[in-house]
């Protein structure tokens, strides 16, 4: 079945950029939107952003001037960058898959702890 | 934006009990409405979308209600495997924001 795996640093230094992975396994990234998605400690689950396997891409508001999100269809792997890190982006990030039934999150992958600090 | 608010925050309750978790939107949703289970160093799951639309391979113990601003998860008859935290969801193609959780613990 399909799966995903979250991979990157799991410490950052302030200021400095967050960089992570997602690995699509058992199956294809064509022809979804993928998504990330992070919960910091103690708080509650937050809407990074999203990209087509096209590459069209979609951003949160409150973060669009600090992120990018890509594609690599040939390594069925799309990744994260966050850039001007600070304690607050500490967090467990998690990537998704949108369902081809509507706008939610029929896949996840299990989450990977990134820190941020000095 | 739309908030979602989860009550209760946390529930102790024991196998075979029937369990009710509710989501109160701060604005109609018009049924956009998803949950999901999430066991620590898990990957979350859906569980239901469109408020009571069961997902593949979902047990039937598992139902959601509710329309407008309030909706409700239950489980019918709790099961060993249940206990988790679990959120709700509003979805739309340009938004989407998630309940604080709803943390089952065993009594």
């Known amino acids: 079945q399909v799966q995903l795996q979250e991979s990157g640093p799991g410490l950052v230094k302030p200021s400095e950029t967050l960089s992570l992975t997602c690995t699509v396994s058992?199956?294809?990234?064509?022809?979804?939107?993928w998504s990330w998605i992070r919960q910091p400690p103690g708080k509650g689950l937050e809407w990074i952003g999203y990209?087509?396997?096209?590459?069209?891409?979609n951003y949160s508001p409150s973060l669009k001037s600090r992120v990018t999100i890509s594609v690599d269809t040939s390594k069925n792997q799309f990744s994260l960058k966050l850039t001007s890190v600070t304690a607050a982006d500490t967090a467990v990030y998690y990537c998704?898959?949108?369902?081809?039934?509507?706008?939610?999150?029929?896949?996840w992958g299990r989450g990977t702890l990134v820190s941020v600090s000095s | 934006d739309i908030q979602m608010t989860q009550s209760p925050p946390s529930l102790s309750a024991s196998v075979g009990d029937r369990v009710t978790i509710t989501c109160r939107a701060s604005?109609?949703?018009?049924?956009?409405l998803a949950w999901y289970q999430h066991k620590p160093g898990k990957a979350p799951k859906l569980l239901l979308y469109?408020?009571?639309r069961l997902e593949s391979g979902v047990p039937s113990r598992f139902s959601g209600s509710g329309s407008g601003t309030d909706y409700t998860l239950t489980i019918s008859s709790l099961q060993p495997e249940d206990f988790a935290t679990y959120y709700c969801?509003?979805?739309?193609?340009?938004?989407?924001?998630f309940g604080q959780g709803t943390k089952v613990e065993i009594k």
């Open positions: 998704a898959r949108f369902a081809r039934k509507g706008w939610f999150f029929d896949l």
């Open positions: 058992g199956g294809s990234i064509s022809s979804y939107y």
């Open positions: 990209i087509y396997y096209s590459g069209s891409t």
């Open positions: 604005q109609g949703i018009t049924n956009s």
């Open positions: 469109a408020v009571s």
């Open positions: 969801q509003h979805y739309s193609s340009t938004t989407w924001t």
